[in-house]
């Protein structure tokens, strides 16, 4: 016979005047139905908004220790309610081998249907990090544009070599050197050794 299934039950709630009691029912009822051998975590007055909480960063630790099979919630909003940093957490939780349930939105990627969750929340992850990608490139293509250089100059006119030259015998850094003429530390480096 396998062993039992090593599931962390999360629960949370965002004031200090509600309970966490009808949430921790549901997942232990549901986690002896299933013979699951369980641990609680939960967090009572902390935002789903806040990507840092005990209990949820008490959870993640657990699940990056190896110490549990699945991590199972009510309802997915109780993992977190920023996007991004739900995507963050479900994809460690996939990096880890970590298997995801949350009951009400039948989401269990033990199943074929919960892995098809999990490839729309990457395929949604990478169309994220394209669309980030394409603004960016569009705005340097418009700077450039608009005559602006971009980045800092890899080469020091002679009066800014000598200025850094002079920095440099004084005692300066290459660092404050850089800062001071607003270049690479590679750049002044090279200046100074020139």
Same mark, same amino acid.
């Given at each position: 016979?396998?062993?039992?299934?090593?599931?962390?039950?999360?629960?949370?709630? !965002?004031?200090?005047?509600?309970?966490?009691?009808?949430?921790?029912? $549901?997942?232990?009822?549901?986690?002896?139905?299933?013979?699951? &051998?369980? !641990?609680? @975590?939960?967090?009572?007055?902390?935002?789903? *908004?806040?990507?840092?909480?005990?209990?949820?960063?008490?959870?993640?630790?657990?699940?990056?220790?190896?110490?549990?099979?699945?991590?199972?919630?009510?309802?997915?909003?109780?993992?977190?309610?920023?996007?991004?940093?739900?995507?963050?957490?479900?994809?460690?939780?996939?990096?880890?081998? %970590?298997? @995801?349930? !949350?009951?009400?939105?039948?989401?269990?990627?033990?199943?074929?249907?919960?892995?098809?969750?999990?490839?729309?929340?990457?395929? @949604?992850?990478?169309?994220?990090?394209?669309?980030? *990608?394409?603004?960016?490139?569009?705005?340097?293509?418009?700077?450039?544009?608009?005559? *602006?250089?971009?980045?800092?100059?890899? $080469?020091?006119?002679? &009066?800014?070599?000598?200025?850094?030259?002079?920095? *440099?015998?004084?005692?300066?850094? $290459?660092?404050?050197?850089? &800062?001071?003429?607003? %270049? !690479?530390?590679?750049?002044?480096?090279?200046?100074?050794?020139?």
């Amino acid at each position: 016979m396998s062993a039992p299934l090593r599931v962390a039950i999360y629960a949370r709630v !965002s004031t200090t005047d509600q309970t966490l009691d009808p949430q921790l029912d $549901v997942l232990r009822r549901h986690a002896h139905a299933r013979g699951w &051998e369980h !641990s609680e @975590f939960t967090d009572h007055g902390h935002s789903g *908004k806040k990507s840092s909480r005990p209990g949820l960063d008490a959870l993640l630790t657990a699940a990056r220790r190896r110490e549990v099979d699945a991590i199972a919630v009510v309802k997915l909003d109780r993992l977190g309610r920023s996007l991004v940093h739900l995507l963050a957490i479900l994809g460690e939780l996939e990096d880890l081998g %970590v298997s @995801f349930i !949350s009951l009400d939105d039948g989401i269990d990627t033990q199943t074929a249907t919960g892995r098809l969750f999990m490839q729309i929340r990457g395929a @949604f992850a990478e169309y994220e990090a394209a669309l980030i *990608k394409e603004r960016t490139l569009a705005g340097l293509d418009a700077a450039r544009k608009r005559g *602006k250089k971009l980045g800092r100059p890899r $080469v020091m006119d002679t &009066e800014k070599v000598a200025r850094a030259r002079r920095l *440099k015998a004084s005692g300066r850094s $290459v660092r404050y050197i850089a &800062e001071m003429l607003d %270049v !690479s530390r590679a750049t002044a480096h090279r200046a100074v050794q020139g």
